[in-house]
């Protein structure tokens, strides 16, 4: 399958987070991974924009009664840089989570312009 967008991570999280997971979990992630690369237009139950964060995204994995997510966000449109990852164990997503990702989120642009 050709890809239409590249899909990065940025430093260790996104690593550390998929290798603290179950064998079965790693699996979901790469195919949803996979069908962010592929997928001309990825579906909501994958990717979601988060509201009032300025262009954070979260990847969507679930896997029976269990919720994941890892935050990641565009650069230059076909660039999608992985941050970090967590289990969801409510409905609403963690505030620190969330402020955790801005600010790798900012890290990398800071970073990246220099």
Do not use: H
């Not at 590249?6 to 996979?34: C, H, R, S, T």
């Not at 650069?75 to 990852?85: C, I, P, R």
């Amino acid at each position: 399958m050709e890809k239409v967008r590249e899909v990065i991570a940025y430093k260790n999280y996104f690593e550390d987070f998929l290798k603290a997971q179950p064998e079965k979990v790693q699996d979901k992630i790469y195919k949803i991974i996979e069908a962010i690369e592929t997928l001309e237009r990825v579906p909501a139950n994958y990717l979601k924009a988060m509201e009032g964060t300025n262009g954070l995204y979260e990847a969507r994995i679930q896997l029976g009664s269990n919720i994941w997510r890892v935050f990641c966000f565009f650069d230059k449109g076909k660039l999608v840089v992985l941050l970090n990852g967590f289990t969801k164990k409510t409905q609403k997503t963690p505030t620190n989570e969330i402020t955790k990702a801005l600010n790798l989120m900012k890290e990398y642009y800071q970073l990246k312009n220099k």
